[in-house]
């Protein structure tokens, strides 16, 4: 197997959640610093054959690429920390593995044979790799799950193939696991390293490099203790110390010495890191000017990995405005007309992000008019955008019944509806859709272009008149109803080059007050905020700014 890429296989011990995608992304952003090219992937043991339809409780957000591929949560991580481009080969899971695999037994492509997990399941693994190994000097790739899960066991060992495939020098194995601080002890405890390291052996994987996750620095003595228990060199135990802000996590690894001994084991050379524009991040981010809090109205609330784009977007939109951003998360299942003014006026900014279902919509409407009412910015993304249309139409255009047809398929005036057959301005092509189509299979997903009206708030903040943005959605703005609603007042400052589609509202009579049918929060990096959250946070800094003394 021939290959110019070199290859870092990043696996997680001991419980999950520890940050294997974090750590993908820093060390990405590390090689990136010394001037080398790398790419990201994500290899998921799960059996669905993508995260589309997962509920957000269980696994997170949902992550759209620019091909309209929906991905697991960890590839956002992977573009704001990299500049890498990703797309549909860079997440894999289990069941598109076992799918692939099926199919081309069906096909005949393996002669009648028996097909089994080895070699078939594993080769198209290692396939999957090769894949998005093309014009890249790195490929890192992060297995899902824990060691130990019967799922993963298959990645497991078409990794531990690779190395012979590729050759030992391209290959490097990363392990992070847990050193948790026993405070009742006073110690830190290494035994969830060393036997996550002895399953991981067990199956045939040396680890190269130790990541050990905990809340403080490791001596040298704990590392030569670890060291010696895991077959490791002392350099090779690497802290991963807790941090304030995950933009820091670069720089502690670099500190550790890990991107030195990457490049090392692997014989590259390249230049000397170059972290001015990190560090530079981490400052502005420690010594905010001001501070602001945004009410985020949603229904998945209680787990802010379901919003996780959408929360680093506001930070990097607060980082570009010197301001400090705090997230008040508010159930939209919980606001009333009588409770809304109570919930929401500390806000500086509300925010309605996207969402499925009917649950708590009536909150969420609440929330748009009372933004609209006392002048407070407001951003709805997506199902937000929708929303505040519902409640301009109710409240503001005289059609007290209007809804979305998502919500109300009985409603008079659907403002918000299913188009059933809509051109494809990416591919030229018709599509078409009704309510038993397939979940995500006719949802506009990706990029797609959008041209800006003048004198908009939206053309102020973008400074360009024709912009690309990523969707995630099935429902669009009525057209049937636009007049109307411009005539009571609403502006639609951005549409699909066609026409055809809305893709932007907002309110003239207002200090800031837009929504868009797109996923800004995709698109934000800590370096390059989007220009719709630097343009809300900055609104919501001079909202906070004009607010008296002593109250919010």
């Not at 301009?392 to 398929?409: L, N, T, V, Y």
Request: proline share 5%; with cysteine; hydrophobic share 35%.
């Amino acid at each position: 197997m021939i290959c110019n890429s070199k290859f870092i296989f990043v696996t997680g011990g001991v419980l999950s959640s520890l940050g294997k995608g974090l750590a993908s992304a820093a060390i990405g952003a590390l090689l990136e610093s010394r001037g080398l090219s790398v790419t990201i992937q994500k290899l998921d043991p799960y059996i669905n054959v993508d995260p589309g339809t997962m509920n957000p409780f269980q696994h997170g957000e949902v992550f759209v690429t620019d091909d309209g591929t929906e991905t697991d949560l960890d590839l956002g991580h992977y573009e704001r920390f990299t500049h890498a481009k990703l797309g549909r080969d860079n997440n894999y899971t289990s069941g598109k593995i076992y799918h692939a695999v099926i199919t081309k037994e069906r096909r005949g492509d393996y002669l009648g044979g028996t097909v089994q997990v080895i070699p078939h399941i594993t080769d198209e693994i290692k396939s999957s790799i090769l894949r998005v190994a093309d014009k890249v000097d790195i490929v890192i790739v992060e297995i899902g799950g824990t060691i130990g899960d019967i799922e993963s066991l298959p990645f497991l060992e078409a990794i531990r193939q690779f190395k012979a495939d590729v050759g030992k020098e391209n290959v490097l194995y990363i392990h992070l696991t847990l050193v948790p601080y026993v405070g009742t002890a006073g110690e830190l405890k290494t035994k969830p390293t060393q036997h996550s390291v002895k399953e991981l052996r067990s199956i045939g994987i040396q680890p190269d490099i130790l990541l050990c996750r905990t809340d403080r620095y490791l001596s040298q003595e704990i590392k030569r203790k670890i060291a010696l228990f895991c077959n490791v060199g002392v350099e090779e135990v690497i802290t991963a110390k807790d941090v304030e802000c995950i933009y820091e996590v670069p720089l502690v690894f670099h500190n550790e010495g890990l991107d030195d001994r990457i490049v090392d084991i692997l014989h590259i050379w390249t230049r000397a890191p170059r972290l001015e524009a990190w560090e530079q991040l981490i400052q502005r981010y420690k010594t905010p000017r001001h501070d602001v809090t945004i009410a985020i109205v949603g229904k998945y609330v209680d787990l802010t990995e379901s919003y996780k784009s959408l929360n680093e977007a506001l930070y990097h939109g607060g980082i570009a405005n010197e301001a400090r951003v705090q997230l008040k998360f508010v159930d939209s299942e919980t606001i009333t007309p009588q409770n809304c003014a109570e919930l929401l006026t500390p806000a500086d900014g509300i925010l309605v992000p996207g969402g499925f279902g009917s649950r708590g919509i009536e909150g969420k409407i609440c929330a748009a008019e009372f933004a609209r009412e006392k002048k407070i910015p407001y951003f709805g993304i997506c199902l937000g955008m929708q929303i505040a249309v519902i409640e301009f139409a109710r409240h503001a255009a005289g059609m007290p019944d209007a809804h979305s047809s998502e919500f109300d398929p009985q409603t008079p005036h659907p403002v918000i509806y299913l188009m059933k057959e809509w051109l494809d301005e990416k591919t030229g092509t018709v599509q078409h859709r009704d309510v038993n189509s397939d979940k995500g299979g006719t949802m506009r997903l990706g990029a797609y272009p959008c041209n800006l009206s003048p004198d908009t708030i939206a053309l102020r903040a973008y400074g360009m008149q024709k912009i690309s943005e990523r969707h995630r959605h099935r429902y669009e703005f009525n057209n049937t109803y636009a007049e109307k609603l411009q005539n009571a007042g609403l502006v639609i400052s951005g549409t699909s080059p066609s026409g055809d589609l809305v893709e932007i509202i907002e309110l003239r009579e207002h200090p800031w007050y837009l929504g868009c049918q797109f996923h800004p929060e995709f698109k934000s990096r800590p370096m390059n905020p989007h220009p719709l959250f630097k343009s809300f946070i900055a609104a919501a800094v001079r909202q906070a700014s004009a607010r008296p003394r002593g109250t919010g």
